[in-house]
């Protein structure tokens, strides 16, 4: 009898642990609709802007809507910072240089081009 109510217990705490779904940040802060004011620049900001300003001449500067969309469209930024080893013809280089940015963060990207760049 006690195998059978362990066993019981051990399949009710496991059928518990595999039902529970995981929500990432990612599934939370969808955004539809992202904006270069509302999402991309915070983000460019936060991690781009760093290396890529006007001080830094031979880097691409990634300051304003301006520059930002002007490196999709003539630089593949999408690219760089979705397939760094191909867009860098398979040097060992990612960017942002402190670690690929998350999956969903690239997907705002692609949207934000999609949607043919919406500023406010």
Known sequence: ????????????????????????YCDISYVAKPTFNANIGPIVRSTCAGCHNQNNS?????????????AIIDNDLI????????????????????????DCTVDM???WQTQDYPEN
């Open 109 to 111: 990207f692609k949207l």
């Open 79 to 102: 690219c760089l910072i979705d397939k760094p080893e191909e867009c860098f013809y398979g040097k060992d280089k990612i960017m942002p240089q402190s670690g690929r940015m998350p």
């Open 58 to 70: 031979p880097r691409i500067p990634l300051e304003t809507y301006e520059q930002v969309k002007a």
């Open 1 to 24: 009898m006690k195998k059978v109510i362990v066993f019981l217990m051990i399949l009710t705490i496991s059928s518990i642990l595999t039902s529970c779904e995981s929500t990432t």
